[in-house]
Protein backbone atom coordinates (compact mmCIF):
# COMPACT_ATOMS: atom_id res chain seq x y z
CA UNK A 1 0.00 0.00 0.00
CA UNK A 2 2.54 2.74 1.00
CA UNK A 3 6.27 2.20 1.70
CA UNK A 4 5.45 2.09 5.39
CA UNK A 5 3.41 -1.43 5.06
CA UNK A 6 7.21 -2.78 4.85
CA UNK A 7 8.21 -1.40 8.22
CA UNK A 8 7.29 -4.27 11.13
CA UNK A 9 3.46 -4.31 12.33
CA UNK A 10 4.73 -3.38 15.55
CA UNK A 11 5.67 0.39 14.76
CA UNK A 12 3.30 2.96 13.81
CA UNK A 13 2.70 3.29 9.90
CA UNK A 14 3.63 7.12 9.96
CA UNK A 15 6.56 9.13 10.76
CA UNK A 16 6.64 10.63 14.36
CA UNK A 17 6.21 14.21 12.56
CA UNK A 18 2.62 13.24 11.42
CA UNK A 19 1.58 12.59 14.73
CA UNK A 20 2.93 15.80 16.62
CA UNK A 21 1.03 17.20 13.69
CA UNK A 22 -1.99 15.33 14.97
CA UNK A 23 -1.50 16.36 18.41
CA UNK A 24 -0.77 20.40 16.95
CA UNK A 25 -4.02 20.31 15.05
CA UNK A 26 -6.20 18.47 17.77
CA UNK A 27 -4.74 21.92 20.56
CA UNK A 28 -5.97 24.21 17.80
CA UNK A 29 -9.04 22.99 17.02
CA UNK A 30 -9.69 23.17 20.98
CA UNK A 31 -8.63 26.80 21.16
CA UNK A 32 -10.41 27.53 17.95
CA UNK A 33 -13.83 26.18 19.41
CA UNK A 34 -13.16 27.77 23.28
CA UNK A 35 -12.53 31.17 21.82
CA UNK A 36 -16.05 30.56 20.56
CA UNK A 37 -17.74 29.42 23.50
CA UNK A 38 -18.79 26.06 21.70
CA UNK A 39 -18.46 23.58 24.91
CA UNK A 40 -16.73 20.14 23.96
CA UNK A 41 -18.32 17.51 25.34
CA UNK A 42 -18.55 13.19 25.35
CA UNK A 43 -21.12 11.07 24.46
CA UNK A 44 -21.12 7.09 24.55
CA UNK A 45 -19.79 5.07 22.02
CA UNK A 46 -21.89 2.14 22.85
CA UNK A 47 -25.72 2.54 22.29
CA UNK A 48 -28.70 -0.13 22.21
CA UNK A 49 -30.01 2.17 19.22
CA UNK A 50 -27.59 2.39 15.75
CA UNK A 51 -27.70 4.01 13.00
CA UNK A 52 -30.10 2.96 10.20
CA UNK A 53 -28.41 4.29 7.24
CA UNK A 54 -29.05 1.42 4.42
CA UNK A 55 -25.28 2.73 3.65
CA UNK A 56 -23.40 2.89 6.68
CA UNK A 57 -23.01 -0.89 8.62
CA UNK A 58 -22.14 -0.69 12.78
CA UNK A 59 -20.10 -2.91 14.75
CA UNK A 60 -21.73 -4.31 17.11
CA UNK A 61 -21.49 -6.68 20.67
CA UNK A 62 -22.93 -8.13 23.66
CA UNK A 63 -23.21 -6.63 26.86
CA UNK A 64 -23.17 -10.41 28.20
CA UNK A 65 -20.54 -13.33 27.02
CA UNK A 66 -21.23 -14.37 23.77
CA UNK A 67 -24.33 -13.62 22.90
CA UNK A 68 -26.26 -12.89 25.86
CA UNK A 69 -27.30 -9.68 27.12
CA UNK A 70 -27.98 -6.72 25.33
CA UNK A 71 -26.72 -5.92 21.88
CA UNK A 72 -24.74 -2.85 21.86
CA UNK A 73 -24.17 -1.08 18.36
CA UNK A 74 -20.87 1.12 18.17
CA UNK A 75 -21.89 4.63 16.87
CA UNK A 76 -20.91 5.34 13.41
CA UNK A 77 -21.34 9.37 14.34
CA UNK A 78 -21.80 10.84 17.59
CA UNK A 79 -25.04 12.54 16.09
CA UNK A 80 -27.79 11.11 17.67
CA UNK A 81 -26.45 11.70 21.38
CA UNK A 82 -25.33 15.13 21.02
CA UNK A 83 -28.90 16.00 19.65
CA UNK A 84 -30.14 14.97 22.60
CA UNK A 85 -27.49 17.26 24.74
CA UNK A 86 -28.89 20.67 22.07
CA UNK A 87 -32.09 19.48 22.93
CA UNK A 88 -31.56 19.56 26.22
CA UNK A 89 -30.54 23.04 26.26
CA UNK A 90 -26.73 22.24 26.01
CA UNK A 91 -26.20 25.14 23.26
CA UNK A 92 -23.04 24.97 20.88
CA UNK A 93 -21.67 21.88 21.25
CA UNK A 94 -18.43 19.96 20.03
CA UNK A 95 -17.09 16.14 20.15
CA UNK A 96 -13.53 14.95 19.10
CA UNK A 97 -14.18 11.07 19.24
CA UNK A 98 -13.26 7.58 17.56
CA UNK A 99 -16.44 6.67 15.30
CA UNK A 100 -16.85 2.86 13.93
CA UNK A 101 -17.85 1.66 10.26
CA UNK A 102 -17.93 -1.87 9.65
CA UNK A 103 -16.35 -2.62 5.78
CA UNK A 104 -14.88 0.78 4.86
CA UNK A 105 -10.90 -0.03 4.18
CA UNK A 106 -9.64 1.95 1.46
CA UNK A 107 -7.14 4.16 0.65
CA UNK A 108 -9.29 7.16 1.83
CA UNK A 109 -11.16 4.62 4.41
CA UNK A 110 -10.72 2.95 7.80
CA UNK A 111 -13.13 0.85 9.85
CA UNK A 112 -12.10 3.19 13.43
CA UNK A 113 -11.71 7.23 12.07
CA UNK A 114 -11.39 10.21 14.14
CA UNK A 115 -14.34 12.71 13.68
CA UNK A 116 -14.62 15.80 14.57
CA UNK A 117 -18.43 17.28 15.20
CA UNK A 118 -19.86 20.03 15.81
CA UNK A 119 -23.54 22.13 16.30
CA UNK A 120 -23.96 25.75 16.34
CA UNK A 121 -27.65 26.48 17.37
CA UNK A 122 -29.31 29.24 15.67
CA UNK A 123 -26.95 29.00 12.80
CA UNK A 124 -28.23 27.77 8.67
CA UNK A 125 -26.06 25.69 6.35
CA UNK A 126 -24.32 29.02 4.74
CA UNK A 127 -23.02 30.63 7.88
CA UNK A 128 -21.72 27.45 9.20
CA UNK A 129 -20.05 26.50 5.51
CA UNK A 130 -18.47 29.99 7.06
CA UNK A 131 -17.52 28.73 10.18
CA UNK A 132 -15.59 25.74 8.04
CA UNK A 133 -13.89 28.27 6.48
CA UNK A 134 -12.77 29.99 9.49
CA UNK A 135 -11.73 26.59 11.30
CA UNK A 136 -9.22 25.73 7.87
CA UNK A 137 -8.29 29.74 8.51
CA UNK A 138 -7.08 28.84 12.03
CA UNK A 139 -5.29 25.81 11.21
CA UNK A 140 -3.36 27.48 8.38
CA UNK A 141 -5.04 25.25 5.72
CA UNK A 142 -7.05 28.39 3.98
CA UNK A 143 -5.64 31.73 3.49
CA UNK A 144 -6.59 34.46 6.04
CA UNK A 145 -9.92 36.09 4.23
CA UNK A 146 -10.08 33.71 1.48
CA UNK A 147 -13.74 32.23 0.46
CA UNK A 148 -13.80 28.44 -0.60
CA UNK A 149 -16.32 28.39 -4.13
CA UNK A 150 -19.22 27.77 -3.49
CA UNK A 151 -21.60 25.25 -6.17
CA UNK A 152 -25.06 23.88 -5.60
CA UNK A 153 -25.01 19.97 -6.17
CA UNK A 154 -27.02 20.57 -9.48
CA UNK A 155 -24.76 23.30 -11.11
CA UNK A 156 -21.53 20.28 -10.26
CA UNK A 157 -23.42 18.15 -12.45
CA UNK A 158 -24.50 20.36 -15.27
CA UNK A 159 -20.86 21.93 -15.17
CA UNK A 160 -19.24 18.48 -15.57
CA UNK A 161 -21.74 15.97 -16.74
CA UNK A 162 -24.24 18.30 -18.85
CA UNK A 163 -27.39 16.81 -16.52
CA UNK A 164 -29.36 18.13 -13.99
CA UNK A 165 -29.59 15.81 -11.02
CA UNK A 166 -32.88 16.97 -10.04
CA UNK A 167 -35.04 15.85 -13.38
CA UNK A 168 -32.87 13.94 -15.23
CA UNK A 169 -34.24 10.42 -15.58
CA UNK A 170 -32.15 7.05 -15.10
CA UNK A 171 -31.35 6.56 -18.87
CA UNK A 172 -29.68 9.38 -19.41
CA UNK A 173 -27.45 8.95 -16.18
CA UNK A 174 -26.75 5.59 -17.22
CA UNK A 175 -26.10 6.37 -20.95
CA UNK A 176 -23.33 9.32 -19.34
CA UNK A 177 -22.02 6.19 -17.31
CA UNK A 178 -21.28 4.41 -20.42
CA UNK A 179 -20.06 7.42 -22.69
CA UNK A 180 -17.68 8.21 -19.89
CA UNK A 181 -16.43 4.78 -20.00
CA UNK A 182 -16.92 4.38 -16.40
CA UNK A 183 -16.71 0.05 -16.40
CA UNK A 184 -19.51 -0.91 -14.39
CA UNK A 185 -19.87 -4.51 -13.34
CA UNK A 186 -23.23 -6.24 -14.22
CA UNK A 187 -24.21 -9.49 -13.06
CA UNK A 188 -24.99 -11.84 -15.90
CA UNK A 189 -27.41 -12.98 -13.76
CA UNK A 190 -29.65 -9.36 -14.14
CA UNK A 191 -31.11 -7.99 -16.91
CA UNK A 192 -28.51 -6.47 -19.54
CA UNK A 193 -29.70 -3.03 -17.96
CA UNK A 194 -28.63 -1.91 -14.37
CA UNK A 195 -31.96 -0.68 -13.54
CA UNK A 196 -32.29 -3.28 -11.18
CA UNK A 197 -29.66 -2.85 -9.49
CA UNK A 198 -28.88 0.87 -9.54
CA UNK A 199 -31.35 3.81 -8.12
CA UNK A 200 -31.32 6.67 -9.21
CA UNK A 201 -28.92 8.27 -6.27
CA UNK A 202 -26.97 5.15 -6.96
CA UNK A 203 -26.40 6.12 -9.93
CA UNK A 204 -25.62 9.88 -9.01
CA UNK A 205 -23.22 8.44 -6.60
CA UNK A 206 -21.07 6.53 -9.21
CA UNK A 207 -20.90 9.80 -11.63
CA UNK A 208 -20.19 11.66 -8.67
CA UNK A 209 -17.31 9.32 -7.43
CA UNK A 210 -16.24 8.20 -10.49
CA UNK A 211 -16.38 11.20 -12.93
CA UNK A 212 -17.05 14.58 -10.79
CA UNK A 213 -14.29 13.75 -8.11
CA UNK A 214 -11.58 13.37 -10.17
CA UNK A 215 -12.36 16.27 -12.37
CA UNK A 216 -12.53 18.78 -9.28
CA UNK A 217 -9.08 17.24 -7.46
CA UNK A 218 -7.30 20.34 -8.87
CA UNK A 219 -9.39 22.48 -7.04
CA UNK A 220 -7.83 22.61 -3.47
CA UNK A 221 -10.93 23.65 -1.78
CA UNK A 222 -14.75 23.13 -2.80
CA UNK A 223 -17.99 23.42 -0.97
CA UNK A 224 -21.38 21.96 -2.61
CA UNK A 225 -24.43 22.10 -1.08
CA UNK A 226 -28.35 21.28 -1.61
CA UNK A 227 -28.21 17.94 -2.61
CA UNK A 228 -31.28 16.17 -4.06
CA UNK A 229 -34.20 15.54 -1.36
CA UNK A 230 -33.98 11.92 -1.45
CA UNK A 231 -30.24 12.03 -0.31
CA UNK A 232 -31.64 14.19 2.59
CA UNK A 233 -30.63 11.90 5.46
CA UNK A 234 -30.79 13.97 8.71
CA UNK A 235 -31.07 17.05 6.54
CA UNK A 236 -33.87 19.80 6.00
CA UNK A 237 -35.84 20.23 3.05
CA UNK A 238 -36.24 23.24 1.35
CA UNK A 239 -39.01 23.62 -1.50
CA UNK A 240 -37.65 25.32 -4.10
CA UNK A 241 -38.99 24.78 -7.57
CA UNK A 242 -37.24 21.19 -7.13
CA UNK A 243 -36.98 20.44 -3.23
CA UNK A 244 -33.17 19.91 -1.64
CA UNK A 245 -31.97 18.96 1.11
CA UNK A 246 -30.16 21.81 3.03
CA UNK A 247 -26.98 19.92 2.91
CA UNK A 248 -23.17 20.43 2.18
CA UNK A 249 -19.94 18.53 1.84
CA UNK A 250 -16.51 19.96 1.99
CA UNK A 251 -14.22 18.80 -0.85
CA UNK A 252 -10.11 19.15 -0.64
CA UNK A 253 -8.58 17.97 -3.77
CA UNK A 254 -11.36 16.01 -4.88
CA UNK A 255 -11.66 14.49 -1.42
CA UNK A 256 -14.81 14.37 0.73
CA UNK A 257 -13.62 15.95 3.93
CA UNK A 258 -16.67 16.91 5.96
CA UNK A 259 -20.52 16.86 5.53
CA UNK A 260 -23.12 19.31 7.03
CA UNK A 261 -26.75 19.72 7.65
CA UNK A 262 -29.12 22.44 8.45
CA UNK A 263 -30.40 20.19 10.75
CA UNK A 264 -33.71 18.35 10.98
CA UNK A 265 -35.98 19.42 13.98
CA UNK A 266 -38.91 17.58 13.19
CA UNK A 267 -39.30 14.51 15.27
CA UNK A 268 -42.04 12.52 13.09
CA UNK A 269 -40.24 13.22 9.87
CA UNK A 270 -37.02 12.08 11.41
CA UNK A 271 -38.97 9.20 12.24
CA UNK A 272 -40.03 8.25 8.79
CA UNK A 273 -37.08 8.78 7.51
CA UNK A 274 -35.59 6.35 9.64
CA UNK A 275 -38.53 3.88 8.62
CA UNK A 276 -37.23 4.26 5.02
CA UNK A 277 -34.14 3.48 5.48
CA UNK A 278 -35.06 0.27 7.59
CA UNK A 279 -37.19 -0.84 4.61
CA UNK A 280 -34.30 -0.46 2.13
CA UNK A 281 -32.13 -2.10 4.27
CA UNK A 282 -35.05 -5.62 4.98
CA UNK A 283 -35.20 -5.12 1.11
CA UNK A 284 -31.85 -5.58 0.90
CA UNK A 285 -31.11 -8.15 3.60
CA UNK A 286 -29.25 -5.73 5.87
CA UNK A 287 -29.37 -6.41 9.25
CA UNK A 288 -32.25 -4.11 11.03
CA UNK A 289 -31.30 -2.25 13.27
CA UNK A 290 -33.14 -1.08 16.73
CA UNK A 291 -34.45 2.82 16.10
CA UNK A 292 -33.06 5.42 18.56
CA UNK A 293 -36.19 6.03 20.62
CA UNK A 294 -34.48 8.65 22.68
CA UNK A 295 -33.71 10.90 20.10
CA UNK A 296 -37.36 10.49 18.66
CA UNK A 297 -38.16 11.82 22.51
CA UNK A 298 -35.79 14.35 22.24
CA UNK A 299 -37.21 15.77 18.78
CA UNK A 300 -40.75 15.68 20.04
CA UNK A 301 -39.58 17.71 22.99
CA UNK A 302 -38.04 20.27 20.87
CA UNK A 303 -34.49 20.67 19.10
CA UNK A 304 -33.57 24.62 18.52
CA UNK A 305 -33.22 25.26 15.14
CA UNK A 306 -28.90 24.20 14.42
CA UNK A 307 -26.75 23.25 11.50
CA UNK A 308 -24.00 20.87 12.38
CA UNK A 309 -20.82 19.50 10.67
CA UNK A 310 -19.47 16.45 10.80
CA UNK A 311 -15.37 16.29 9.63
CA UNK A 312 -13.35 13.21 9.05
CA UNK A 313 -10.30 14.04 10.95
CA UNK A 314 -7.57 12.22 9.54
CA UNK A 315 -8.36 13.31 6.31
CA UNK A 316 -8.10 16.86 7.16
CA UNK A 317 -4.36 15.64 8.74
CA UNK A 318 -3.50 14.14 4.87
CA UNK A 319 -4.58 17.09 3.60
CA UNK A 320 -1.88 19.34 6.09
CA UNK A 321 0.57 16.90 5.34
CA UNK A 322 0.20 16.08 1.65
CA UNK A 323 -0.48 12.52 2.38
CA UNK A 324 -2.27 10.34 -0.65
CA UNK A 325 -3.81 7.89 1.77
CA UNK A 326 -5.23 7.45 5.39
CA UNK A 327 -3.28 4.49 6.47
CA UNK A 328 -0.11 7.01 6.70
CA UNK A 329 -1.91 9.57 9.20
CA UNK A 330 -2.53 6.74 11.45
CA UNK A 331 -0.68 5.41 13.72
CA UNK A 332 -2.17 1.94 13.94
CA UNK A 333 -4.68 1.56 10.51
CA UNK A 334 -6.91 -1.46 10.81
CA UNK A 335 -4.05 -3.76 8.74
CA UNK A 336 -2.07 -3.35 12.46
CA UNK A 337 -4.22 -3.50 14.84
CA UNK B 1 -14.92 -14.85 -12.73
CA UNK B 2 -15.86 -11.94 -15.06
CA UNK B 3 -17.24 -12.25 -18.54
CA UNK B 4 -16.41 -16.24 -17.93
CA UNK B 5 -12.60 -15.77 -17.98
CA UNK B 6 -10.63 -16.10 -14.77
CA UNK B 7 -9.52 -13.32 -12.83
CA UNK B 8 -7.23 -12.34 -10.10
CA UNK B 9 -7.42 -9.08 -7.92
CA UNK B 10 -4.50 -6.83 -8.32
CA UNK B 11 -5.72 -3.51 -6.23
CA UNK B 12 -9.18 -2.83 -4.63
CA UNK B 13 -10.31 0.40 -3.01
CA UNK B 14 -13.06 2.08 -1.86
CA UNK B 15 -14.81 5.12 -3.38
CA UNK B 16 -17.73 6.37 -1.38
CA UNK B 17 -19.75 9.49 -1.24
CA UNK B 18 -20.51 11.61 2.36
CA UNK B 19 -23.75 9.67 1.99
CA UNK B 20 -24.70 6.96 -0.59
CA UNK B 21 -23.63 4.03 -2.02
CA UNK B 22 -20.75 2.90 -1.80
CA UNK B 23 -18.48 1.28 -4.82
CA UNK B 24 -14.96 -0.86 -5.29
CA UNK B 25 -12.63 0.00 -7.70
CA UNK B 26 -11.31 -3.08 -8.73
CA UNK B 27 -8.09 -3.62 -10.80
CA UNK B 28 -8.13 -7.00 -12.00
CA UNK B 29 -6.01 -9.59 -14.23
CA UNK B 30 -7.16 -11.71 -16.39
CA UNK B 31 -5.42 -15.14 -15.61
CA UNK B 32 -5.48 -15.92 -19.17
CA UNK B 33 -4.35 -13.34 -20.99
CA UNK B 34 -2.24 -11.27 -18.45
CA UNK B 35 -4.28 -8.05 -19.32
CA UNK B 36 -5.28 -6.07 -16.42
CA UNK B 37 -8.91 -3.89 -16.64
CA UNK B 38 -10.67 -1.84 -14.00
CA UNK B 39 -14.12 -2.73 -12.90
CA UNK B 40 -16.29 -0.99 -10.46
CA UNK B 41 -18.55 -2.99 -8.34
CA UNK B 42 -21.75 -2.05 -5.89
CA UNK B 43 -19.91 -2.49 -2.64
CA UNK B 44 -21.17 -6.01 -1.02
CA UNK B 45 -21.69 -7.42 -4.44
CA UNK B 46 -20.67 -11.01 -4.77
CA UNK B 47 -19.07 -12.47 -7.72
CA UNK B 48 -18.53 -15.97 -8.76
CA UNK B 49 -15.03 -17.34 -7.53
CA UNK B 50 -13.02 -18.89 -9.99
CA UNK B 51 -12.02 -22.64 -9.20
CA UNK B 52 -8.13 -21.72 -9.89
CA UNK B 53 -5.29 -23.59 -7.44
CA UNK B 54 -1.67 -23.04 -8.16
CA UNK B 55 0.33 -26.62 -7.63
CA UNK B 56 3.45 -28.13 -8.32
CA UNK B 57 3.83 -30.38 -11.06
CA UNK B 58 7.11 -31.96 -12.88
CA UNK B 59 7.16 -31.57 -16.56
CA UNK B 60 7.63 -34.93 -18.62
CA UNK B 61 7.69 -34.33 -22.33
CA UNK B 62 6.22 -32.62 -25.50
CA UNK B 63 4.42 -34.55 -28.15
CA UNK B 64 4.43 -31.53 -30.41
CA UNK B 65 1.40 -30.27 -29.38
CA UNK B 66 0.91 -30.57 -26.03
CA UNK B 67 3.57 -30.46 -22.62
CA UNK B 68 2.47 -33.33 -20.78
CA UNK B 69 3.11 -32.96 -16.72
CA UNK B 70 2.64 -34.87 -13.61
CA UNK B 71 1.62 -34.24 -9.95
CA UNK B 72 4.37 -35.88 -8.20
CA UNK B 73 2.36 -37.03 -5.44
CA UNK B 74 -0.55 -38.71 -7.34
CA UNK B 75 1.41 -39.33 -10.33
CA UNK B 76 -2.02 -37.84 -12.21
CA UNK B 77 -0.56 -36.28 -15.57
CA UNK B 78 -2.10 -33.54 -17.42
CA UNK B 79 -1.62 -32.32 -21.05
CA UNK B 80 -0.98 -27.85 -21.51
CA UNK B 81 -1.29 -26.43 -24.60
CA UNK B 82 0.20 -23.60 -26.02
CA UNK B 83 -1.06 -20.99 -24.57
CA UNK B 84 -0.97 -22.26 -21.21
CA UNK B 85 2.48 -22.81 -21.43
CA UNK B 86 2.97 -19.71 -23.52
CA UNK B 87 6.80 -17.87 -22.53
CA UNK B 88 7.68 -20.77 -20.45
CA UNK B 89 8.22 -23.23 -23.48
CA UNK B 90 11.51 -22.28 -23.91
CA UNK B 91 12.83 -23.06 -20.58
CA UNK B 92 11.59 -26.41 -19.65
CA UNK B 93 13.66 -29.42 -19.07
CA UNK B 94 11.90 -33.02 -18.77
CA UNK B 95 11.91 -33.96 -15.23
CA UNK B 96 12.11 -30.34 -13.73
CA UNK B 97 9.40 -28.93 -10.94
CA UNK B 98 6.97 -25.86 -12.29
CA UNK B 99 4.44 -24.20 -10.94
CA UNK B 100 1.18 -24.87 -12.93
CA UNK B 101 -2.13 -22.43 -11.77
CA UNK B 102 -5.22 -24.52 -12.65
CA UNK B 103 -8.40 -23.08 -13.55
CA UNK B 104 -11.05 -26.13 -13.28
CA UNK B 105 -8.47 -29.09 -12.89
CA UNK B 106 -7.22 -27.66 -16.54
CA UNK B 107 -3.80 -26.38 -16.37
CA UNK B 108 -4.31 -22.32 -16.99
CA UNK B 109 -0.49 -21.25 -16.77
CA UNK B 110 3.12 -22.73 -16.26
CA UNK B 111 5.90 -20.58 -14.94
CA UNK B 112 9.25 -22.31 -15.25
CA UNK B 113 11.42 -22.58 -12.28
CA UNK B 114 12.81 -19.13 -11.38
CA UNK B 115 16.76 -21.26 -12.31
CA UNK B 116 17.06 -23.71 -14.96
CA UNK B 117 20.55 -25.56 -15.59
CA UNK B 118 20.56 -26.21 -19.45
CA UNK B 119 23.04 -27.42 -22.10
CA UNK B 120 24.57 -25.20 -24.61
CA UNK B 121 24.00 -27.04 -28.19
CA UNK B 122 25.04 -24.03 -30.01
CA UNK B 123 27.54 -20.98 -30.02
CA UNK B 124 30.84 -19.88 -31.82
CA UNK B 125 34.22 -21.00 -29.78
CA UNK B 126 35.24 -18.40 -27.61
CA UNK B 127 38.92 -16.42 -27.50
CA UNK B 128 41.57 -17.80 -25.63
CA UNK B 129 42.88 -16.65 -23.04
CA UNK B 130 38.82 -14.58 -22.12
CA UNK B 131 37.34 -13.94 -18.30
CA UNK B 132 34.28 -13.79 -17.87
CA UNK B 133 34.42 -9.99 -17.62
CA UNK B 134 32.96 -7.78 -20.49
CA UNK B 135 31.59 -9.00 -24.06
CA UNK B 136 29.64 -12.13 -24.18
CA UNK B 137 27.80 -13.76 -27.24
CA UNK B 138 24.95 -15.78 -27.93
CA UNK B 139 24.36 -19.06 -27.07
CA UNK B 140 21.56 -21.71 -28.22
CA UNK B 141 20.68 -23.51 -25.13
CA UNK B 142 19.26 -27.55 -25.35
CA UNK B 143 15.89 -25.66 -25.22
CA UNK B 144 16.04 -23.87 -28.12
CA UNK B 145 16.12 -20.63 -25.88
CA UNK B 146 19.14 -18.23 -26.69
CA UNK B 147 20.82 -16.30 -23.76
CA UNK B 148 23.82 -14.24 -23.86
CA UNK B 149 27.30 -15.86 -22.04
CA UNK B 150 30.73 -15.24 -21.94
CA UNK B 151 32.87 -15.97 -24.18
CA UNK B 152 34.50 -18.49 -22.17
CA UNK B 153 31.72 -21.04 -22.66
CA UNK B 154 31.72 -23.88 -24.98
CA UNK B 155 29.21 -26.24 -26.71
CA UNK B 156 28.13 -28.76 -24.56
CA UNK B 157 28.70 -27.07 -21.42
CA UNK B 158 25.76 -26.72 -18.72
CA UNK B 159 24.84 -22.71 -17.49
CA UNK B 160 22.25 -21.83 -14.95
CA UNK B 161 19.73 -19.60 -16.32
CA UNK B 162 17.88 -17.01 -14.68
CA UNK B 163 14.12 -17.65 -16.60
CA UNK B 164 12.93 -14.64 -15.04
CA UNK B 165 15.28 -12.15 -16.71
CA UNK B 166 16.88 -14.72 -19.15
CA UNK B 167 20.08 -14.10 -17.75
CA UNK B 168 23.07 -16.31 -18.00
CA UNK B 169 24.05 -16.90 -14.39
CA UNK B 170 26.82 -19.67 -13.45
CA UNK B 171 28.40 -22.59 -15.28
CA UNK B 172 27.79 -25.55 -14.00
CA UNK B 173 30.36 -27.72 -13.23
CA UNK B 174 30.25 -31.66 -12.99
Known amino acids: ?337 | MLDNDPFVIVENDIVKPGKGQAFNRVKVRNLKTGRVIDRTFKSGESVEAADVIDTEMQYLYNDGEFWHFMDPNSYEQMAAGEAAVADAAKWLKEQDICAVTLWNGVPLSVTAPNFVELEVTETDPGLKGDTSGGGGKPATLSTGAVVRVPLFIQIGEVIKVDTRTAEYVARVKD
Not at chain 1, 275 to 283: K, M, N, T
Open chain 1, 1 to 337: MTANSRTPLWRPATDISILQLRAQMLAAIRVFFARREVMEVETPVLAHAGNPDQYIESFSCHSGDGEDGHELFMHTSPEFAMKRLLAAGSGSIYQICKVFRKHEQGSLHNPEFTMLEWYRSGFDHHRLMHEVEELLQALGLLEPGRSIRRISYRQLFLEHVGLDPHTVDTSLLQACIRDRQVRLYVDPGQAQSTDHVMSKDDLLALILTHIIEPEISSEDFLLVHDYPASQASLARIRNDDQPVAERFELYANGIELANGFNELTDSQEQMQRFICEQQQRELKGMKKIPLDQNLNAALAHGMEACAGVALGFDRLVMVAANRQSIQEVMPFPFDRV
